[in-house]
């Protein structure tokens, strides 16, 4: 199963692939012929990895926060958050590689309280001023257990787009699509002081799955 913000990519990759494999056949060298056939595979296996959306359907709670994205949690710590808090915040970082499952999905449920894009850089995603650089949507999720609870999708050297669904006066439910950033990024939660964590530095995350806070 492919998430549908890789339709035209897959679509016009196949087309891509199939040229090449027809034109390899020109080749006379056959191991050359045949390593450009691998290269060209390959790199479609990778275009349809990335875009795979695994079926991951959850019954939501209230009192838990799920990992929103798949991959390696690298920030715990308290931070000043100062877009729409403007005071300190429990950030959870999670970064993904390009190899890694890259649909967002809300961590919770709740009412949808703030959405924004902002244009940035494309720094590293694990740079330290990427969560305040780099292009980025930031939303803002009001849950009856926790208050207000922020994720902010975070653009990193090879994404160059961040798909974001949410908007002010939805409702959030938890598990269900929020959005799609194309090849590599991070997530971070920021979550109310004294939240309780459930994982721990390096682990990694399986969005949906994986909880990483509970009340």
Not at 6 to 19: D, E, H, M
Not at 97 to 120: E, F, W
Not at 143 to 150: A, L
Request: glycine fraction near 6%; charge should be positive; aromatic fraction near 10%.
């Amino acid at each position: 199963m492919f998430h549908k913000e890789g339709t035209k990519i897959i679509f016009y990759s196949l087309i891509v692939t199939v040229a090449l494999v027809l034109l390899a056949d020109l080749i006379t060298l056959n191991w050359l012929r045949i390593a450009c056939i691998l290269v060209v595979v390959a790199f479609l296996v990778l275009i349809l990895q990335f875009f795979r959306n695994p079926n991951r359907t959850i019954e939501p709670k209230d009192n838990t926060i799920v990992a929103p994205v798949d991959g390696k949690v690298v920030v715990i710590e308290e931070v000043f958050e100062p877009e729409y808090f403007k005071d300190k915040r429990l950030m959870v970082s999670i970064f993904m590689s390009p190899l890694n499952v890259h649909v967002t999905r809300y961590g919770l449920s709740g009412l949808i309280k703030y959405s924004q894009y902002h244009a940035g850089k494309y720094l590293v995603a694990w740079h330290p001023k990427a969560s305040e650089e780099n292009e980025r949507t930031t939303v803002v999720v009001e849950n009856s257990v926790f208050g207000e609870v922020m994720y902010r999708q975070i653009a990193g050297a090879l994404a160059k787009r961040i798909v974001n669904y949410a908007k002010p006066g939805m409702q959030a439910i938890q598990g269900t699509d929020a959005g799609f950033i194309k090849f590599g990024s991070r997530v971070d939660l920021y979550l109310p002081l004294g939240t309780k964590i459930d994982v721990v530095l390096n682990q990694k995350a399986t969005g949906n799955k994986t909880v990483i806070a509970t009340k």
